[in-house]
Each structure stands twice: as C-alpha cells, then as structure tokens.
C-alpha cells in the first residue's frame, strides 16, 4: 500500500512546494517537480529519473499508468493535492525528478542548427520557443546571460514537455562563441536595426540564431561577434514582435531553405 499525505503541513509537502516556488533550491537539491501526465511520460522517456509519484486517487487511478514506475508513489488528499498543484486543468499526478548534466556534443555534419537565447527572461516566451525547437528539430538550445530556470514549472507547462526533449545548455557568451567558430558556424542575431531581412540569408549550412531579451534584445557581445544582423519586417506602428514569435518565424525559415524551396538570397 501506497503512503498517504492528508496533511499540508507535512515536511514533504512543504519540501515539494520549495521546489516548486524557489529556483535556488532547485539547484541546490538538483530536483525539480512536474505536473501533468504528458509531461511525466515526457521525461522518462528522454531520460529523465523519477524519485517520488504523488497522486490523487480522486482524479487517477494510479495503476493504469501507461509507464512503469520504479520509485515511491505517495497518494494525496484533495485538500493536500489543491495545495501543489500548479496547473488550473489537472491530470492528478506530480512527479519529482533528478536533474541531468549535457554535453554540447553534436553530429559531425554541416547542417546543424544552434538557437542562442541571449537572456531570455519570461518562462511562458522560453516555453513556447522551446516547443518551436522541438517541432524543428532544433540541434542544441543555448541559454546565455541565463535569466530563467528551464525547470520553472511554467517552464515545462508552456513547453508542454519539450524541454525534456531538446538538448539545453548554459554557458558564457564567449564560450558559446569560441564552440561556433571553431565548428564552423555562421551567427545570425536578431536586431530591429539590421539592413537584412531574415529570408535574405542562406540557412542551409551549420548555423546559430541569436534571439535576445523580451526588453534588450540581444547584448553587445552577440551585435559585434554575429556574421550577420537580420530582421523581421514591422509594417505597422509597432516595431518589435513577442521573442517566441521571432524565433518561431526564423526556425521556420530555415526549415523553409533546408526541406523546401530553395532561396536566392538576393
């Protein structure tokens, strides 16, 4: 029989709502906590360990889980489930995972594809881009000037799970730079004061786009160190587009040149 929770006040409860709520301690433990049975099915499928299962027997009937669960699996009550459950729309699990450490270590061929996000700071923004690399088969996503915990549980809702699916990493600027350059990268970033538009510029050999911040776009170093400045036409009083919407538009494009019809470049 399966350990019961009915009180809020329980270390474990308390101790899953820090992981929730606080980044720091999400480091520092190496866990982070996910809703939701697409997500949980997600994870353990790209790898990812599950510690604990919690559940409300009032919402699923835990046994007819479509994965095999090698862990502790704690029922909740209803009052107690209310209390951690972070989505308005429940499935009546959550799950406590371990963290893993990537590699940047990529196909040795010529058309690899890198998305730089250069201090992306809203989980919803880096959610819905990271759904956008996983429908593109994005190679390796690399977070710069790192802003936002991609264990964030609005993170992983936004997500929908892509972010157990991709290849993401945290690293500096320059090194991020010197591992493009040393592979052969061309580096496009994103500027609103570029003289090129985005469908403009050849896609098809290795490359990495630069997307930057929802207030700052992308930093000095990424202006000065790109092979190229481009951006997006902004044909009404508005001159700037949600970054998601940016780097889904991009991602497309170059989908576009790779699997489609072929582009001048003129």
């Known amino acids: ?32 906590v996910v809703e939701g049975k697409r997500e949980i099915i997600m994870a353990v499928e790209n790898g990812f360990k599950i510690l604990k299962l919690y559940y409300n027997p009032n919402i699923i009937d ?41 590699l940047l270590k990529l196909d040795n061929t010529n058309d690899n ?26 190679s390796v996503i690399i977070l710069t000037n790192h802003k936002c915990d991609i264990f964030n549980p609005n993170v992983i809702r936004s997500s929908l799970g892509a972010v157990f699916s991709k290849l993401i990493i945290t690293m500096r600027s320059d090194d991020a730079y010197t591992f493009f350059k040393k ?54 009083l508005i001159n700037s587009l949600n970054v998601s919407v940016s780097a889904a538009i991009i991602l497309y494009e170059v989908n576009r040149q790779r699997n489609g019809k072929k582009n001048s470049f003129k």
Request: hydrophobic residues 35%; aromatic residues 10%.
């Open 1 to 32: 029989m399966s350990k019961r929770i009915t009180s809020a006040s329980n270390k474990e409860i308390k101790y899953l709502n820090k992981l929730l709520i606080k980044s720091s301690f999400r480091k520092k433990e190496r866990k982070f």
């Open 62 to 102: 835990v046994n007819k889980f479509s994965i095999e669960i090698d862990c502790d699996i704690i029922e909740l009550s209803d009052y107690v489930y209310s209390k951690i459950s972070y989505r308005k729309s429940t499935e009546g699990l959550i799950a406590v995972y371990s963290m893993r450490d990537y």
């Open 113 to 138: 594809l890198a998305l730089v996000l250069d201090g992306i700071e809203k989980p919803g923004n880096l959610g819905a881009i990271l759904r956008t690399c996983d429908a593109i088969n994005v």
């Open 183 to 236: 592979n052969n990268y061309s580096i496009f970033s994103t500027s609103s004061k570029a003289e090129k538009m985005y469908d403009k510029v050849n896609f098809e050999k290795s490359c990495a786009i630069v997307v930057g911040s929802e207030k700052k776009g992308i930093s000095d170093f990424w202006k000065e160190k790109c092979c190229e400045l481009i951006k997006l036409p902004m044909l009404g």
